[in-house]
């Protein structure tokens, strides 16, 4: 099977990367100028209000609108006894948690909660919070009794704004690399609990024992870095820890508030996290944005500095490969199935309701054998079509009747 990433950002106003398997559009991401992308971006925030009925701050981080923190997304560090001290904590940017605060990590390094792709941590516990990587669940003082109006604190956004409602923010720091993800204020290091075999998990965490992080960061080795050489962690955890040093330097130095950290573009953020060495071939459009992703490729994975080429033809590289096509039948309600047979796709409110329909499907087969061959078929194109159109949730298929 061939896969190939085509990334077109020909005209500036948009980006549009395209993952291909065997001339088949399987992941799309686009990216417009326009829009707003704050998340995984890290700031120097001030508090402007706080909010007791709901447990809450709303704090100014230089954007125009203000974003809002729970108190289920202030790390314990700030719980210390004596309350917030503003400049230790904005001075140190994150560390080791204080003695009395040892608890709050799990005993083993490995007993850690998988951290996304993205450096975020997507579980929760029971009541709708969200669980940090290493935390345990702790009774927490209100949050006028942590912070106070005018307090500043680092915060990053981990949801984007949605309406009038402004960017959901938390002060658990996490900055992803390629292998491994920087957690300033978890203090050690662990690894990701997607990684199920014991001697793979018991030889990432003695060659991050052996590469010695610096005293106080924390560091979780990532799924992608699980068959991974010393050197390639090692290549990751230096620019993990020089790009934290200059994140550091901007928060001793500015005013609140103000951006600390921006995430990477779109082009360098894809080849991090979705690359794997199963693709063949990376092909940019644009020279610009092709030696930018050539640089971080030959710092980050230089073996697969190779596969990375720049599209030079006359047409436009997903007209090349006929993508547009496919592309602009990506938000049609219905889908046409190989050899007959369609998907309607509807999204509502509450869930995606998706129907299989047999149309002029059939096989030399029984009716049964019919309809367990178009199901199939049908499965493998709704993973698809969700992937496609970004839609989670409940989804509901309804599948041909079959015995």
């Given at each position: 099977?061939?896969?190939?990433?085509?990334?077109?950002?020909?005209?500036?106003?948009?980006?549009?990367?395209?993952?291909?398997?065997?001339?088949?559009?399987?992941?799309?991401?686009?990216?417009?100028?326009?829009?707003?992308?704050?998340?995984?971006?890290?700031?120097?925030?001030?508090?402007?209000?706080?909010?007791?009925?709901?447990?809450?701050?709303?704090?100014d981080f230089g954007v125009g609108r203000n974003g809002f923190l729970h108190i289920s997304d202030v790390e314990p560090q700030y719980f210390r006894q004596g309350g917030y001290d503003p400049d230790k904590?904005?001075?140190?940017?994150?560390?080791?948690?204080?003695?009395?605060?040892?608890?709050?990590?799990?005993?083993?390094?490995?007993?850690?909660?998988?951290?996304?792709?993205?450096?975020?941590?997507?579980?929760?516990?029971?009541?709708?919070?969200?669980?940090?990587?290493?935390?345990?669940?702790?009774?927490?003082?209100?949050?006028?009794?942590?912070?106070?109006?005018?307090?500043?604190?680092?915060?990053?956004?981990?949801?984007?704004?949605?309406?009038?409602?402004?960017?959901?923010?938390?002060?658990?720091?996490?900055?992803?690399?390629?292998?491994?993800?920087?957690?300033?204020?978890?203090?050690?290091?662990?690894?990701?609990?997607?990684?199920?075999?014991?001697?793979?998990?018991?030889?990432?965490?003695?060659?991050?024992?052996?590469?010695?992080?610096?005293?106080?960061?924390?560091?979780?080795?990532?799924?992608?870095?699980?068959?991974?050489?010393?050197?390639?962690?090692?290549?990751?955890?230096?620019?993990?820890?020089?790009?934290?040093?200059?994140?550091?330097?901007?928060?001793?130095?500015?005013?609140?508030?103000?951006?600390?950290?921006?995430?990477?573009?779109?082009?360098?953020?894809?080849?991090?996290?979705?690359?794997?060495?199963?693709?063949?071939?990376?092909?940019?459009?644009?020279?610009?944005?092709?030696e930018r992703a050539k640089e971080f490729l030959q710092f980050v994975m230089p073996r697969y500095t190779n596969r990375l080429q720049l599209y030079e033809g006359k047409e436009p590289i997903f007209h090349?490969?006929?993508?547009?096509?496919?592309?602009?039948?990506?938000?049609?309600?219905?889908?046409?199935?190989k050899n007959g047979g369609s998907l309607v796709i509807d999204q509502t409110e509450a869930l995606v309701a998706i129907d299989v329909n047999s149309g002029n499907f059939r096989t030399d087969g029984s009716?049964?054998?019919?309809?367990?061959?178009?199901?199939?078929?049908?499965?493998?194109?709704?993973?698809?079509?969700?992937?496609?159109?970004?839609?989670?949730?409940?989804?509901?298929?309804?599948?041909?009747?079959?015995?």
């Amino acid at each position: 099977m061939k896969q190939e990433m085509l990334i077109n950002v020909a005209q500036p106003e948009e980006c549009r990367i395209a993952i291909v398997e065997d001339g088949s559009l399987e992941e799309l991401y686009v990216e417009r100028s326009s829009q707003d992308n704050y998340v995984g971006n890290i700031y120097k925030g001030k508090i402007v209000n706080l909010e007791p009925s709901i447990q809450a701050a709303f704090v100014d981080f230089g954007v125009g609108r203000n974003g809002f923190l729970h108190i289920s997304d202030v790390e314990p560090q700030y719980f210390r006894q004596g309350g917030y001290d503003p400049d230790k904590e904005i001075a140190r940017g994150g560390g080791r948690p204080a003695p009395a605060e040892v608890d709050d990590v799990d005993d083993e390094d490995d007993e850690l909660d998988e951290v996304g792709e993205n450096g975020r941590s997507t579980s929760r516990n029971g009541h709708g919070k969200r669980m940090r990587p290493g935390v345990r669940p702790r009774i927490k003082p209100p949050i006028q009794e942590i912070f106070r109006r005018g307090d500043e604190l680092l915060v990053q956004v981990i949801k984007e704004g949605i309406g009038t409602k402004g960017p959901t923010l938390s002060t658990y720091i996490s900055i992803p690399g390629r292998y491994l993800v920087l957690m300033p204020a978890l203090g050690r290091i662990g690894v990701s609990r997607k990684i199920e075999d014991e001697d793979a998990r018991r030889r990432l965490r003695d060659i991050l024992r052996e590469l010695n992080p610096p005293k106080g960061l924390g560091f979780i080795v990532r799924t992608a870095g699980t068959d991974r050489t010393k050197r390639e962690l090692s290549r990751d955890l230096a620019y993990l820890v020089r790009l934290w040093k200059v994140i550091v330097r901007r928060i001793k130095k500015a005013p609140a508030p103000c951006d600390v950290y921006e995430e990477s573009d779109m082009i360098i953020r894809t080849i991090r996290d979705i690359f794997t060495g199963d693709v063949d071939t990376i092909q940019i459009d644009e020279p610009a944005a092709y030696e930018r992703a050539k640089e971080f490729l030959q710092f980050v994975m230089p073996r697969y500095t190779n596969r990375l080429q720049l599209y030079e033809g006359k047409e436009p590289i997903f007209h090349r490969y006929k993508l547009d096509e496919e592309i602009a039948r990506i938000n049609q309600r219905k889908v046409p199935l190989k050899n007959g047979g369609s998907l309607v796709i509807d999204q509502t409110e509450a869930l995606v309701a998706i129907d299989v329909n047999s149309g002029n499907f059939r096989t030399d087969g029984s009716a049964e054998d019919s309809a367990f061959q178009l199901n199939m078929i049908a499965a493998r194109e709704i993973a698809r079509q969700l992937r496609l159109r970004d839609l989670g949730g409940v989804v509901v298929n309804d599948f041909i009747d079959m015995r």
